[in-house]
């Protein structure tokens, strides 16, 4: 299989090969295997039923990871998304009264949107509309974004009504062992160990389950059922008057979503071209688009690419076929859920920790002689973790960086793509 596989995604050109992109696709799976198994959780607040959803989740990741390693040949694998799905259910479902089944409806409708706006090149115009000091804060900031969520997962910080963040119990199992793997995993990629994410990952693991810290949940189940979720959707009640400005949140917060992590990992990567652009970004956001019309079909929450795909490119990846890998990885977790369960968060949170260091690195290219421009970029990459939404961050960030260029009476700077953009941020913050 190999030629082909060469042939195929272009490994050598990409400076990667078999056995390195089967690791990153590997390591991307465990950092974000927790999808699996929060999502249902999370859906099943709404009324759903939790094993058709763990199914739909599952199926939902691998159709459209398959589509984005297949078609796009990015190393980016796709889940439903987190945030988006906290909206579903406490936004539409518990907080407006919609039935889950409108709420899929309005997912469904969402996703057609993004296919149309993708296959007319708009949303390919929107990524390349970002102007270079914006990309390098989003990739910056979302390294800061999951730096806060690794943080947490491991316990090292937790929520204070006082002080919105507060340190945790630093003594306790957890936060030792996630400090402990996220050291371990710094040494052996100085050393050049491949794979040093993953190794670190299941080392942590390893030494958890040994001293009692973590659960071992087996190995094999059959697969839940999945008819209850499947084709489920209202798309009628999604289309009457109430629910569009549902539709319209699940569209520009997953637009939006989609092109940080696409722009963050890109750049992580190194897969942008000399002008910063992410060469078949088309492809890439249909691959995206396409995987939310599945979901919604399937039976979950809007489906987006994930940052998480940034502790693959760390381990190397740089082509499809760490897509591929994911997606089969997915649909192995379908009989193999007791043993992703056995990966605790503090595993994961020590490889995510060390992708966030990676993933700051682009502040250091900023022009830190104008300050029209770094001042912009601080905002934004403090903005993405400080919001808790990418979306929002960015949001943030296009309306200070058009601030700032027209009272400094640079408008040169803002292309027409800046202003339109920065206007749709200021009307959903206004009335969404």
Not at 210 to 217: D, F, N, P, Q
Not at 235 to 252: D, N, P, R, S
Not at 324 to 331: E, K, S, T, Y
Request: proline content about 5%; overall charge negative; some cysteine.
């Amino acid at each position: 299989m190999t030629p082909f596989l060469e042939n195929y995604f272009g490994l050598s050109q990409h400076g990667t090969d078999v056995r390195t992109e089967v690791t990153a696709g590997a390591t991307t799976f465990l950092t974000m295997a927790y999808i699996a198994f929060v999502n249902p959780q999370i859906l099943a607040e709404a009324g759903m039923p939790f094993d058709a959803v763990f199914v739909a989740t599952c199926l939902g990741a691998a159709f459209s990871t398959f589509l984005m390693g297949l078609y796009a040949n990015y190393p980016i694998a796709l889940a439903p998304g987190m945030g988006l799905n906290a909206f579903f259910t406490y936004g539409v479902v518990l907080g407006m009264g919609h039935g889950w089944e409108v709420a899929l409806g309005a997912v469904f409708v969402a996703g057609v949107l993004f296919l149309a706006l993708s296959v007319v090149r708009v949303r390919q115009w929107i990524v390349e509309s970002v102007p270079r000091v914006l990309k390098l804060a989003i990739s910056a900031g979302i390294g800061v974004f999951l730096g806060v969520i690794a943080l947490s997962n491991a316990g090292i910080i937790q929520d204070s009504p006082a002080t919105l963040v507060t340190t945790g119990e630093l003594l306790a199992p957890a936060p030792i062992l996630a400090l402990l793997g996220f050291c371990a995993i710094v040494a052996l990629t100085a050393r050049g160990v491949p794979g040093g994410v993953l190794i670190g990952i299941l080392g942590v693991t390893a030494v958890g389950l040994a001293l009692g810290v973590s659960e071992w949940r087996g190995i094999v189940a059959v697969p839940p059922d999945p008819t209850p979720t499947l084709f489920a959707l209202d798309i009628a009640g999604a289309l009457q008057g109430g629910m569009v400005a549902v539709i319209l949140t699940f569209l520009i917060v997953d637009l939006f979503d989609t092109t940080g992590t696409l722009i963050g990992v890109g750049q992580q990567a190194d897969l942008l071209d000399a002008e910063g652009r992410l060469p078949r970004i088309g492809r890439a956001v249909i691959a995206d688009s396409a995987g939310t019309v599945g979901g919604a079909l399937l039976g979950t929450s809007p489906v987006t690419s994930y940052i998480e795909s940034a502790a693959g490119t760390a381990a190397g990846g740089r082509t499809g076929l760490t897509a591929v890998v994911v997606a089969c990885l997915f649909l192995a977790c379908l009989f193999f859920a007791p043993l992703a369960q056995s990966i605790p968060p503090y595993a994961t949170a020590a490889a995510i920790l060390y992708v966030a260091c990676l993933m700051a690195k682009p502040l250091a290219s900023l022009d830190w002689n104008d300050v029209t421009e770094y001042a912009a970029a601080v905002v934004t990459a403090l903005a993405i973790p400080l919001t808790y939404s990418i979306a929002d961050g960015i949001g943030v960030g296009f309306l200070t960086y058009v601030g700032i260029k027209v009272l400094a009476g640079r408008w040169n700077d803002c292309s027409a793509g800046v202003l339109v953009i920065a206007a749709v941020f200021a009307a959903k913050f206004a009335w969404l």
